[in-house]
């Protein structure tokens, strides 16, 4: 009998060791865990919440319009953020009367806002003024317009600052689900 149970523990010690590798390597590689502070993208998502992000797609793709993005702060890089993607590299971008312009169309959020959100200009992004986005850049925005620091502010964001793109709540519970594909074209 005492051989059985050492047998049965050193099985269960292989068995958590391995697991434990197999996530690092996928944390380390494939996905990370990043939590929500403050409001900026309600009602999409909440302070507090919990989200996975995978770090390998835009390797090898460009983030598309509307999709979710989590990116470095660039006030601080050692913070993230979790902001959507609304202006592409190499387009004209500007805000009027409380819309989004893109290359001189309105961009009609309605897949993930309310009609009713308006969208101010900042510091950066001023009323009615259009700029190009850079290449090898993208304007990012909060859901939450009015509680939202974004590129409205502090500028277009670059791809290298870009940490990847959730694709799954997981906490907490009541929310627990996978975050909406946005394939979002101009007209």
Do not use: C
């Amino acid at each position: 009998m005492p051989k059985r149970i050492g047998s049965l523990i050193v099985d269960f010690v292989q068995t958590v060791g391995i697991a434990a590798a197999i996530f690092i390597i996928l944390y380390a590689f494939v996905f990370r865990l990043h939590q929500v502070f403050g409001r900026s993208m309600e009602p999409n998502f909440h302070d507090r919440e919990y989200v996975a992000t995978e770090i390998v797609s835009y390797r090898f793709r460009e983030p598309k319009r509307g999709e979710v993005v989590v990116l470095k702060s660039p006030s601080d890089p050692s913070k993230d953020f979790i902001k959507r993607i609304i202006g592409l590299p190499g387009e004209r971008i500007k805000t009027k009367d409380g819309s989004i312009y893109i290359n001189g169309k309105r961009l009609d959020e309605g897949l993930y806002l309310n009609d009713s959100v308006k969208t101010h200009p900042g510091s950066f992004l001023k009323e009615n003024q259009e700029m190009i986005i850079l290449e090898g850049s993208y304007a990012v925005m909060g859901d939450n317009r009015s509680n939202s620091s974004d590129s409205r502010e502090w500028g277009f964001l670059k791809i290298e600052d870009i940490v990847g793109k959730p694709f799954l709540v997981i906490w907490p519970p009541k929310e627990i689900g996978g975050i909406p594909e946005i394939n979002y074209v101009l007209p």
